[in-house]
């Protein structure tokens, strides 16, 4: 008997008459806003905008007529001088830039061009009040993953009817066959010695725009 038949042996004497089935797993967590929470759809933006600040990120309202001095407003205040956006990108986001060059991304821009930017312009697909977290599936004004997770900075614009309460509904409208990054604020670990440590597997600042119309 070779070593893992044997190990496989005694994972089955192990688990006894237990071998096959499957127990049931808890789904205690909450599937809508209850309480104060759901009052109303400005208390779920409300409620995003809060656990967004909470993560140490940046977020600001704006109308749609206001989103291009918006995005504009944020990269002059980053001095930045160039950044990368998705090629489909909507072009009018980006119609107040001025002294900033804008990099459309394709699969011949490599890491090192990525790392070297000032940031990026992204949309998103969905993003969780509860749990103030924008979430990328790749489609369209997303881009691939490397956008949201090279560059030091990235800007992302939420729709405000793109935000949903809570994790399991944003789940149950997120289609699990495409690439999804749930995004939480900065990137930060706190894995040594349960110090905070920015930017170690994606940007160190996170800016939101929320659009309501």
Avoid at 166 to 192: C, F, H, K, M, N
């Amino acid at each position: 008997m070779s070593s893992r038949e044997e190990i496989l042996r005694r994972v089955r004497e192990a688990l006894g008459g237990a071998r096959g089935t499957h127990p049931p797993v808890p789904r205690g967590y909450a599937r809508r806003l209850s309480g104060a929470e759901a009052e109303t759809r400005a208390d779920v933006l409300a409620l995003f905008t809060e656990r967004v600040a909470d993560h140490r990120a940046a977020v600001r309202h704006v109308s749609a007529d206001e989103l291009p001095t918006a995005v504009a407003a944020a990269l002059w205040g980053r001095e930045a001088k160039q950044i990368v956006v998705p090629a489909d990108l909507p072009f009018g986001w980006l119609a107040e830039l001025e002294g900033v060059r804008a990099l459309a991304d394709t699969p011949l821009v490599d890491v090192e061009t990525l790392a070297a930017v000032d940031g990026a312009v992204t949309g998103c697909a969905m993003a969780v009040a509860q749990t103030g977290t924008v979430v990328l599936d790749g489609g369209r004004a997303q881009g691939r993953r490397a956008l949201s997770l090279v560059p030091g900075y990235h800007l992302c614009v939420v729709q405000a009817d793109q935000i949903v309460g809570t994790v399991p509904e944003a789940i149950a409208r997120l289609d699990p066959s495409r690439p999804l990054t749930w995004i939480s604020g900065p990137s930060a670990t706190y894995d040594i010695e349960m110090t905070r440590v920015e930017g170690v597997h994606g940007p160190r600042h996170l800016e939101v725009l929320v659009v309501e119309d």
